[in-house]
């Protein structure tokens, strides 16, 4: 098996508009979402049920890039693959661009642990569970935590509270 990867397509609807007339941020990151479950769900329609029995996901990190806007009744492809691993990560990578032109919109990626679905716990990821998403290529790598500064030494509240 090698990497293959997955699309959806979506419809760009009014609920999906902000206040600067085109799509917010927020759905980009829904539909890379997705097509990452309808990936996951085909996969494990596919393959040998053991090799996907008690799996879960966990996003650990999503990153996104906006190039251009999306607009109502404007159809939408989002491509997904998993092209690498570590021993209890996979980095999902998400293409999302205008079917009528092919404009690129936005490109994404997320940083999924293998859990067990029985503990919640991460579990490695395994040869069987491996080959059934695809065969990325195992890479090492550590973690690279984003700098954060301090938290402002005054923090500001509305005055009506939503909680």
Sequence with gaps: MSVVGFQIRVAVGPADIDELGHA??????????????????????????????????????????????A?????????????????LTCDRYYQ??????QALLARGTSTYCVVDLSSGKPRRLGESLREAIGNPELVKRQRIERHFPALPGKVTEPEERSI
């Excluded at 309808?38 to 996104?64: C, I, K, N, S, Y």
């Excluded at 999302?96 to 032109?101: F, P």
């Design 24 to 69: 917010n941020n927020v759905n980009y990151l829904r539909w890379m979402l997705e097509a990452a479950t309808r990936h996951w769900d085909v996969t494990r329609a596919r393959v040998d049920p053991a090799a996907v029995a008690g799996v879960g996901w966990v996003v650990m990190r999503h990153e996104l890039d906006y190039f251009l806007p």
């Design 71 to 87: 607009f109502v009744g404007e159809g939408l492809a989002v491509v997904t693959w998993v092209p690498t691993c570590t021993p």
């Design 96 to 101: 999302i661009t205008r079917l009528a032109d």
